[in-house]
């Protein structure tokens, strides 16, 4: 069998055979170069515009890069002809196996995307012996290609999250589908201000925003704002994951102070090391971590208090009758603002603000699962956190979208991975 075989297999093109495979040299190591041919009576093709235009000139041959066979890269070569487009002027022909002016032929871009999902871009450019640049491309052409080509109807439930980048100096607002049967990721912005999530809406249409009838956000003002304008229809739940973030700072907040203040009347250091015991659930703590909490419940510290005060608030979520919820939450923020406990206080006063949106978590009940957002959060660092290397924000943001987006893809002829 010969390689040309093997190329009509993985990749036939009308109008266009493949003539000949033989050895070349690139970059001083032996390459397979397979050389392609325009078929005497085949079209040739506007890139602009798509339409059958005469042929103009000739180009010098190019290479393209291909899939690799056997751990030997793989390249095309063509010499494009130019079209005499009475529309678009003369222009390079189209290709159907690359775009534009990409070195990388289509099968191998998706290919490295591919690869891309499973592993860093950077590892993707050592296995492959390809550039970090190249699989940057490759995902960028297959967000593209992906974003053009997905599905927005029948988005009813949506959540609105935020994370830090740079070293927690600027911020992001991505933006979720959290419905039960898709989830994904539908938008990403930079900063998290009112015209922020407003470009959000701008791209959603107001058609579909319209037809939202949950977003589930934290209790950031600029997003309660534009939701409240936009999406007035759909009932806002303030997300239990934000919630019991907030009272996690607060903790961290009085622990600080505490412990700053024993160690300088020179007292046991008890709170040293004592952070993830005050912010996991104790269902979560290690075998090692649950003793030391014990211990460390012993002492009345303010610290402690405020910890129980957020273990006690948990109760909150598992009502099952609204009017309870409401009788419950008044309780929890009197006895709060009773606390002396500062940072608590604050989030006490949140929650009396924002109650209505905060009851709407009963009236949302089993629409969504708002453990959601929490999960996007987590792989959305992640994917931040892999990233070393990505120095744009147009990096960052392909990232994202190729490993949150679920994206479509084209139906290829082969499937190279
Ligand atoms: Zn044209």
Redesign the pocket.
């Known amino acids: 069998m010969q390689v040309k075989t093997i190329l009509n297999h993985v990749g036939k093109h009308r109008s266009f055979v493949y003539e000949s495979v033989r050895w070349a040299w690139v970059a001083g190591e032996p390459v397979i170069e397979a050389t392609i041919r325009a078929r005497a009576n085949g079209h040739s093709r506007?890139?602009?515009?798509?339409?059958v235009?005469p042929g103009y000139d000739t180009l010098a041959p190019r290479r393209f890069e291909f899939v690799p066979l056997w751990g030997i890269r793989v390249f095309l070569c063509y010499a494009p002809r130019r079209?005499n487009?009475?529309?678009?002027a003369v222009?390079v022909e189209a290709l159907p196996w690359a775009r534009g002016k990409h070195q990388v032929s289509d099968a191998y871009a998706w290919f490295l995307a591919g690869w891309a999902k499973r592993l860093s871009w950077k590892e993707v450019a050592e296995v492959f012996r390809t550039s970090w640049e190249k699989v940057f491309r490759s995902v960028e052409m297959a967000v593209e290609w992906g974003r053009a080509h997905q599905e927005l109807s029948g988005i009813e439930a949506i959540g609105i999250d935020e994370i830090a980048w740079q070293r927690g100096h600027r911020y992001l607002t991505l933006v979720y589908q959290i419905d039960e049967g898709c989830r994904r990721l539908l938008w990403v912005g930079k900063e998290r201000k009112v015209k922020t999530l407003l470009r959000f809406f701008r791209w959603f249409g107001k058609e579909r925003s319209t037809a939202l009838q949950f977003v589930c956000s934290d209790m950031w003002k600029p997003y309660l704002k534009v939701v409240a304008k936009k999406a007035k229809q759909a009932i806002h739940v303030l997300d239990r994951f934000h919630i019991m973030a907030h009272m996690g700072k607060a903790i961290d907040k009085v622990r600080a102070a505490e412990a700053r203040e024993l160690k300088a009347k020179g007292y046991a250091p008890v709170l040293k090391n004592t952070r993830w015991l005050l912010l996991k659930r104790p269902e979560n703590l290690t075998e090692k971590q649950e003793p030391r909490l014990a211990e460390l419940l012993e002492y009345n510290l303010r610290s402690v208090r405020a910890y129980l005060l957020k273990e006690d608030f948990q109760f909150f979520w598992n009502y099952v009758s609204p009017y309870w919820a409401g009788w419950f939450l008044d309780r929890w923020c009197t006895r709060t603002m009773r606390s002396r406990l500062d940072p608590m206080k604050t989030v006490a006063r949140m929650l009396r603000t924002h109650r209505p949106l905060l009851m709407n978590w009963f009236r949302a009940k089993g629409a969504f699962s708002s453990g959601i957002v929490e999960g996007f959060n987590t792989k959305a660092k992640l994917t931040l956190r892999k990233s070393y290397g990505f120095r744009t924000y147009r990096a960052m943001e392909m990232a994202l979208y190729h490993s949150l987006g679920a994206l479509p893809e084209p139906e290829l002829t082969h499937k190279f991975c």
Do not use: E, F, K, L
């Open positions: 506007c890139s602009i515009c798509g339409r235009r079209v487009c009475p529309r678009c222009r």
